[in-house]
């Protein structure tokens, strides 16, 4: 089984940077897609971007496009979320996703994820 536990959170300015990590441990045979989640207070979790661990493959949300990029170590077994030009919208507990054997639209879109980490807080504030 996976598991997945995000790490990176933290208070930034707008305009601010952060990396966000997460850490896949455990052993399959399936392919796994990996996908990152947010949460604003009193909002719905949206899907925020994606990425297919078998071909490399990426989404992103129209809100983060252009700002962040998800990447994967696969020797750490690791994908990260760099945000740039972070935006008092963005504020949310981002959480990351693993579901072997799905598209990045469906994990995304649908919320089709068995796994999911604890989630870390981003706050964007002046």
């Known amino acids: 089984e996976v598991q997945v536990v995000e790490s990176g959170g933290g208070s930034v300015q707008p305009g601010g940077s952060l990396r966000l990590s997460c850490a896949a441990s455990?052993?399959?045979?399936?392919?796994?897609?990996i996908g990152w989640f947010r949460q604003a207070p009193g909002k719905e979790r949206e899907g925020v971007s994606c990425?297919?661990?078998?071909?490399?493959?990426?989404i992103y949300a129209d809100s983060v496009k252009g700002r962040y990029t998800i990447s994967s170590d696969n020797a750490k077994n690791t994908v990260y979320l760099q945000m740039n030009s972070l935006k008092p919208e963005d504020t949310a507990v981002y959480y990351c996703?693993?579901?072997?054997?799905?598209?990045?639209?469906?994990?995304?879109?649908?919320?089709?994820?068995?796994?999911w980490g604890q989630g870390t807080r981003v706050t964007v504030s002046s």
């Open positions: 455990g052993f399959t045979f399936d392919d796994y897609t």
């Open positions: 996703a693993a579901e072997p054997g799905v598209h990045c639209s469906l994990l995304l879109l649908r919320h089709w994820v068995s796994t």
């Open positions: 990425v297919s661990m078998s071909d490399g493959n990426t």
